[in-house]
Structure formats: C-alpha cells, structure tokens
C-alpha cells in the first residue's frame, strides 16, 4: 500500500487500499481510552529521518494540545502511536494528510 500524491489533491477518491490501510493500521496500533473517530485520516508524518505512511485519529484532549495520534509502521513492522499536535507538525511540513475522512470506510472498534 502506498498513499499517492493524487491522494493529496481536494477532489481526491478514496481508494480501496486506503480502505484497507486504515484498517490494519487501527488493528496493528490498537484504541486508546481517549481516542475518538470523529476524524479520521491517512497521510505522511515525518519519523526516523523518512515519511511514514501514517493514520490520523482524534484525542480527546484536556489541556494538552496534542489533539491527534498518529499511528504509522516502521520497516521493521514495529508499530507506533503517538500524540501529535498536527497543526504544528503541519506547519512545519512534517505532516501531509490527505483530504477525505475515512470515518464512515473504516472498521470503528465499539
């Protein structure tokens, strides 16, 4: 699976190995007691000196200003999820997301 840069365009589709990434990804990383799907993202997040090929979930958040975690694989299949705050990351390029929410594709834990 790779996220193209067509992925990255406003008219953009979403692609059935989109579909399927999202939802290995949410397995692989597992759900976290203040993770919300009200937004759900891929994208590439800037780690270990490469783009990873991430997937974007909301944080219910108090005072932190991490609102999103990151969940992305490492060549060696180590996964990792992480709090991000994305509007920094964002500003600071480390961060592409793509356009489409994938909240109503993907398989939600209950």
Request: charged fraction near 25%; aromatic fraction near 10%.
């Amino acid at each position: 699976m790779t996220i193209k840069q067509k992925d990255f365009q406003p008219s953009a589709q979403v692609r059935p190995e989109i579909v399927e990434f999202a939802d290995r990804l949410l397995g692989l990383g597992g759900v976290r007691d203040d993770e919300h799907f009200a937004y759900v993202r891929v994208g590439h997040i800037y780690r270990n000196q490469a783009f990873r090929e991430c997937l974007l979930t909301g944080r219910a958040v108090t005072k932190s200003l991490k609102s999103t975690y990151v969940t992305y694989q490492m060549p060696n299949g180590k996964v990792y999820k992480v709090a991000i705050d994305s509007a920094l990351e964002n500003i600071a390029q480390d961060l592409h997301i793509c356009p489409f929410d994938l909240d109503e594709h993907i398989g939600i834990p209950c």
